[in-house]
């Protein structure tokens, strides 16, 4: 707590100097780094977690007032991404930062300007950097008539079509299947180089629905994956600063589960952000519902670690880290840890201490929510897995969990089936949002490449527009 509340007195007070700074004395002047841009808006950020931030993503919503050649919508989202700069001053040096414009809106044109000339709304996003408990100033400048396109280097490449790209940045490179976009190799580029892939299918299966038919069990349940997309209605952003890739489909084969899986891969950033929802279309039954898994080879790793979570462990308290030998201890039946680890576990890893590579999930939130009724979805037997099976190790959140047999080897009749069914309302939401992160391990360092980037995704930089 001492740490968290020096943090938020340190912040203050730099908000307060700068707040004085631009009061009394004016902020730096973005003309000074080239006048043809007329127009600025500042943008403060904003370090409460006692990091360093280095090439830390952050972005921000600019309004304005955006001149055109003719009363006509349809450039403008060309001239907004054309016009649009990012600048800072770093000691008495101006410089230029990469950035990313997306999400133009165009709302009204302004009737009371001679030339045509209509408001925007933007998202900007760029990498920015700030000491621990302290705050930046960034300018996002436009008001420029005539500029040229925006040339930015970037260490961030997508390459495809449909659904079907290959994204590499400095970290890792990843291809995702032609027929559903989910991720379906992951190459890194570090500790060797090791290649990862997963026997049956795709790398990325979840989230993940089992439909239990009204006359199961004459008629057994079926699986539905987010991998069995086909061909799923998309939405791409691409650019120097990010990569993402939305879907969204009722899954082929039922009627019930609508599942939409959304990527953002960043320039120079060891993770990839996840973002998962399962919505039912009507009532049904079910014996499991699933998310976050990303599925490897049981050669790939070698141990397991999380941060654990207590019964009394308080919103903010840290908890433990452990770990254990996924192959020695610890095991139950195929499930290495089975349903000893919470649901909302901070975060869970995998690692091969030989090969010198980690990999994990860094869960930042999480909410079950009913999308009509907004009443909690139902849970049951929910937890965090890691899991050894049929040549795969993978983990997953459980969410509903009934006791079964695929195999039916229980020696269950009708009404014992019917009974480990759950009910799900029609409207029962399932969202989560994922750090999927690839990191260096080493001896002195373990989990401490995931723990620190926990730390700072969970308590990510204040970006302020000034007005």
Known sequence: MERRGMGW?????????????????????????NKAWTKHQAVYIQETAGFDRIHEPVEAEVKF??????????????????????????GDRWEEIPCQVYDVRPYHWNNRSEKPEIMVRARVAFFADVPAHMTG?????????????????????????????????????????????????????????????FVHGTMHWNPDFMYVPEDFPTTWFK??????FVDPPHEVESGPVFFSMRRSQLIPGQDIAWMEVYYRFYDGVPYVLVESRITTKKQCHTLAIR????????DDFTHAGWRNCTEDMLPGHIGETGSVDIYNEARMENHVLGSALPPNIPWISLCNVKKGYGTGSIRLAWDNTNVLTNEPSPLYNSHTVISEHNGGLYWFRSLVYSQRDDNNDLGWDADDWRAACHEIP??????????????????????????????????????????
């Not at 290959?166 to 570090?190: C, H, V, W």
């Not at 699986?223 to 069995?228: G, I, L, M, P, R």
């Not at 998310?291 to 049981?298: I, K, M, S, V």
């Not at 969202?431 to 391990?441: G, I, R, S, T």
Request: charged share 25%; glycine share 8%; with cysteine.
């Open 9 to 33: 007195f340190c912040g203050i007070m730099a908000i307060m100097f700068l707040w004085t700074a631009g009061v009394s004395h004016g902020l730096d002047n973005p003309a000074e780094w």
């Open 65 to 90: 007032n955006q001149s055109m050649p003719s009363r006509d919508e349809k450039g403008v989202d060309a001239a907004v991404k054309r016009v649009i700069r990012v600048v800072r001053k770093n």
């Open 137 to 197: 100033v960034y300018y996002i400048c436009h008001g420029n008539p005539n500029p040229p396109e925006p040339k930015y280097p970037s260490g961030l490449k997508a390459v495809g079509s449909g659904v079907a790209y290959t994204i590499e940045n400095p970290y890792f490179r990843m291809i995702t299947d032609k027929a559903s976009g989910q991720i379906d190799r992951i190459d890194l580029k570090f500790a060797g180089n090791p290649s990862f892939r």
């Open 223 to 228: 699986w539905y994956y987010a991998h069995n």
């Open 291 to 298: 998310n976050d898994e990303l599925a490897f080879g049981t």
């Open 426 to 467: 029609e409207g029962s939401s399932y969202y989560e949002k994922n750090a999927y992160v690839f990191y260096e391990w080493t001896k002195d360092g373990k989990f401490k490449p995931i723990d620190d980037l926990w730390f700072k995704l969970r308590e990510p930089l204040k970006v302020t527009l000034a007005r």
